[in-house]
Nanobody
Framework: QVQPVESGGGSVQAGGSLRLSCAAS????????MGWFRQAPGKEREGVAC????????YYADSVKGRFTISRDNAKNTLYLQMNSLKPEDTAMYYC??????????????????WGQGTQVTVSS
């Protein structure tokens, strides 16, 4: 699976949870980094979380630390983003992205080679 495919978005009330899934290659020989980004209307795309496939090291934006968890299932070639304690400001289109090369800044969209079409997350107050 070269092109990531996201699923799991939806509408929830504030304080609720959602789990996003991304079907993509988790093979470390092909994918070095796997990340989740989001983009709200009128705003720039921002990095939410990232996972380095070889070491398993994870990275999070300050705004989601302690609430979101990125993980993977290698057997299923799937990346996840568990989102808890959701807030209205988490409302955005969420994208999965993968990178084949070493990257300096995991939050930079240009560092990623492949992108999914996105899945909408809407959090109501």
């Amino acid at each position: 699976q070269v092109q990531p495919v996201e699923s799991g978005g939806g509408s929830v009330q504030a304080g609720g949870s959602l789990r996003l899934s991304c079907a993509a290659s988790t093979d470390t020989s092909f994918t070095r980094y796997m990340g989740w980004f989001r983009q709200a209307p009128g705003k720039e795309r921002e990095g939410v979380a990232c996972l380095h496939t070889n070491s398993g090291t994870t990275y999070y934006a300050d705004s989601v630390k302690g609430r979101f968890t990125i993980s993977r299932d290698n057997a299923k070639n799937t990346l996840y983003l568990q989102m808890n304690s959701l807030k209205p400001e988490d409302t955005a289109m969420y994208y999965c992205a993968t990178s084949r090369q070493r990257i300096i800044s995991w939050t930079s969209p240009v560092a990623y080679n492949y992108w999914g079409q996105g899945t909408q997350v809407t959090v109501s107050s």
